[in-house]
Every structure is written in structure tokens, then in C-alpha cells.
């Protein structure tokens, strides 16, 4: 009666990669790490989504069509 179901998780939205340079951003205090795309001409940051385990790490690289080699860490 009280159980929730669980929502499917939603499709990653289309991105315009175009210009764009993947980026791992990483906390020096917290260690927290968020993925997304760094505009290789303002350097503006878009957070695409937030990475706890090595599972989120592979599926942002598969939903985004990426390797590990072409993700750029920043600290």
C-alpha cells in the first residue's frame, strides 16, 4: 500500500558537444566529482552529472559516447 515504484531513470539529454571539451571536475576538500563539459572558448562549465561510484563514471562515458583517455580531470 505504502511502496512507491521506482522512476525509470530519464534518457541523458541531448548536448551540443560541439566546441566542448569533457571534463571530471574534483573537490581537493570533499573528493565529491562531477562530469560534464568545459566550452574550450569562455571555459564555461556545464555539470552534466554526479559521479559516486565507478558505474556512474562508465555510464556517463556510454550515454555521452566517450573514453576515459578523452576526459580531462581539473581539481
Known sequence: MFLRRKKAAAPPMPFDKTGKVPVLRSSICTGEQVAGFKDAVSGRFTEIMLIRTAGDL???????????????REW
Open 58 to 72: 562508465e555510464e556517463f562515458l556510454r550515454a555521452y559516447g566517450l573514453r576515459e583517455e578523452e576526459l580531462r
